[in-house]
């Protein structure tokens, strides 16, 4: 849990009872939990002021198998393997809770750590772009692409037909790696093409038809200024921080382009909706058409490890604990 905001050392391991699982509910004991970008924005103080307070246990998706239901669910989930999202608490635990809605059986040959790693951040890459109305030969730029999120929107822009992927990443290394996930520009963080020899932030020219940006932070509205006439610019992340308040302003600079700015989150997609892309997109995975990206498997216990290297930013798709 964590005893104070702000760096790793404040997350503490506690013994608490084993959680009951309420009416709709199922416990699982985890075999795989998801380290996200939002549990560092979260353990940071971040989002301090959207109620999430110290004391919090953090983790928002687990795989394993279930251990108990609770009142008016079917028995037949016990024992099963599955995946699920606990609601942005209690994922980094022994045994975690959460609503059966919220629960996806998992395809043979998917193996948990891959389950956590793409099960919260698929269905938002998906529906990031949906919400942009990308349509095949546009060009896209995934800022922050490094992580889950990112690495989804890659392949999928590219699959989906792109005229162009670009990507802002902090090294060429992590940059080839990108592009064999199907990026054809590397940028750097600040947006400037580097290290890659050809195409990059001055000569890409034209700008980008949709911006699915990741990082948010005090660069942002550089970025709204790479967006081509029509353009849609998708903010799904801030682990760069919070931009800076008055970013419209640059928007309304470019009155005549007919920009768009949306902020996009997979909260307000339907249980329903999420849950049909994400089995979709799970047995894509099992058959190796989409590609999941485990940065390491790290004792539940490690979990503080976990979170420096995220602050460091070392890690390159997701880091998985295990209890
Ligand atoms: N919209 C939604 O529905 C939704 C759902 C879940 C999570 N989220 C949000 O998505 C974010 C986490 O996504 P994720 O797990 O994919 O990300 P992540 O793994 O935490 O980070 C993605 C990449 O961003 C780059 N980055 C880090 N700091 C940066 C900085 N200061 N400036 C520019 N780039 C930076 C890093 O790559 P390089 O070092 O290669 O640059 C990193 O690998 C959080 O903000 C979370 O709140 C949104």
């Not at 692409?145 to 990443?169: F, K």
């Not at 790696?177 to 932030?201: F, K, V």
């Not at 997979?266 to 190796?288: I, L, M, N």
């Amino acid at each position: 849990m964590i005893r104070e905001f702000g760096k790793p050392e404040g997350l503490e391991v506690v013994d608490l009872p084993v959680p009951v699982p309420g009416p709709g509910e199922v416990r699982i004991a985890p075999e795989a939990i998801g380290v996200g970008g939002v549990d560092a924005v979260i353990r940071r103080g971040t989002v301090a002021g959207h109620g999430f307070q110290e004391g919090h246990l953090l983790g928002s998706e687990v795989a394993g198998r279930v251990t108990a239901v609770g009142e008016g669910v079917i028995a037949s989930w016990e024992g099963r393997r599955v995946w699920a999202f606990t609601g942005l608490s209690g994922g980094y635990a022994e045994e975690a809770v959460a609503a059966v809605d919220n629960v996806l059986p998992l395809p043979d040959g998917l193996t948990g750590a891959d389950a956590v790693t793409l099960g919260g951040s698929g269905v938002v890459a998906h529906f990031a772009l949906a919400r942009a109305h990308f349509a095949p030969g546009e060009s896209v730029l995934v800022r922050g692409a490094a992580g889950s999120i990112g690495i989804t929107a890659v392949q999928l822009a590219a699959r989906g037909g792109a005229g162009a992927v670009a990507v802002t990443t902090s090294s060429a290394e992590r940059g080839a790696r990108l592009r064999e996930l199907g990026a054809t520009h590397i940028l750097d963080r600040a947006g400037e093409g580097e290290g890659d020899g050809e195409g990059g932030g001055k000569d890409r020219g034209e700008g980008f038809d949709v911006i699915v940006d990741i990082a948010g932070g005090p660069r942002l509205p550089h970025f709204l200024d790479m967006l081509r006439p029509n353009g849609r610019f998708l903010a799904v992340g801030i682990v760069a921080g919070q931009p800076p308040a008055d970013f419209g302003a640059r928007l309304l600079d470019r009155f005549r382009s007919s920009l768009s700015f949306a902020t996009f989150s997979a909260d307000t997609v339907p249980g329903p909706d999420q849950q049909a892309v994400r089995s979709a997109q799970f047995a894509e995975a099992a058959r190796g058409e989409l590609r999941t990206v485990v940065h390491e498997v790290l004792p539940l216990d490690r979990a503080a490890e976990a979170h420096r290297a995220m602050d460091a930013g070392t890690v390159f798709g997701r880091i998985v604990l295990a209890p």
